[in-house]
């Protein structure tokens, strides 16, 4: 007996039919960037204009003081003898403010408070603390004048009364050899400066020395000149021999 002829399996698959390759990309468009909306977007500014005839404004209210009568009576009476428009009657009445006077700087306090304690004269008129004397405390001047009874803070001069010199002399080293007293200037003109000699006037000098020494070796040594004596060279010694 013939078996049956083997059937092959086959797989039949679906055919893909390759569509045309397309640009996923849009195309260019010059005025997209006018169509994106902004992430956030704010709500348009109403603004208000100008001149709105809906907005009515309300004139401001001036409230004026009352007049008392008499102020009344007055204006009543300036207007009927034709005064009214003048500012020297039409002026009401004015009070003169008495400023407060310091008790310290004796002044007007026209500021406040605080202002006029930081002025010049109210700080000048404070009390002020004085340093301590300078004196030395270990000079013997000093003792004596304490001992005397005077007082170096106190800030007073010499004497009883206070009226002397309130600070010692000050003391200045004396460079020169003139005597106390003497004037400067009387002394600056005797005193005469010493000249500066050139080459001529010291040769001179020199020569005039050198003579001299030989002279005083001459007589020294005995070295008498005889002609003077003898020699009738000397007016008046013509005879002696």
């Not at 401001?60 to 003898?81: H, Q, R, S, W």
């Not at 005064?83 to 400023?99: K, Q, R």
Request: with cysteine; aromatic share 4%; hydrophobic share 30%.
């Amino acid at each position: 007996m013939d078996s049956p002829p083997s059937k092959s399996r086959t797989t039949l698959r679906p055919s893909r039919s390759r569509s045309p390759r397309r640009d996923d990309s849009p195309p260019h468009d010059s005025e997209a960037w006018r169509r994106i909306r902004p992430y956030h977007r704010h709500p348009p500014i109403h603004f208000i204009p100008a001149s709105d005839p809906s907005t009515t404004t309300l004139p401001p209210t001036i409230t004026t003081p009352k007049k008392t009568p008499a102020e009344d009576v007055a204006a009543n009476y300036l207007a009927i003898v034709g005064l009214a428009g003048n500012p020297a009657f039409s002026a009401g009445p004015t009070e003169t403010v008495i400023p407060t006077v310091c008790d310290i700087c004796k002044l007007p306090i026209t500021t406040s408070m605080t202002d006029h304690e930081r002025s010049t004269a109210h700080q000048a008129a404070l009390p002020h603390s004085f340093p301590p004397h300078p004196h030395p405390r270990r000079s013997v001047g000093l003792k004596v004048l304490e001992k005397a009874g005077w007082d170096p803070d106190a800030r007073v001069g010499l004497g009883r009364e206070g009226q002397g010199r309130r600070y010692p002399i000050k003391a200045v080293e004396k460079k020169d050899r003139i005597g106390v007293g003497a004037d400067l200037e009387e002394v600056k003109k005797a005193v005469e400066k010493e000249k500066k000699l050139g080459v001529k006037e010291m040769a001179k000098l020199e020569n005039a020395k050198r003579k001299m020494r030989e002279k005083m070796n001459s007589e020294l040594s005995g070295n008498i000149d005889w002609s003077l004596i003898d020699g009738g060279k000397h007016v008046g010694l013509e005879g002696l021999k």
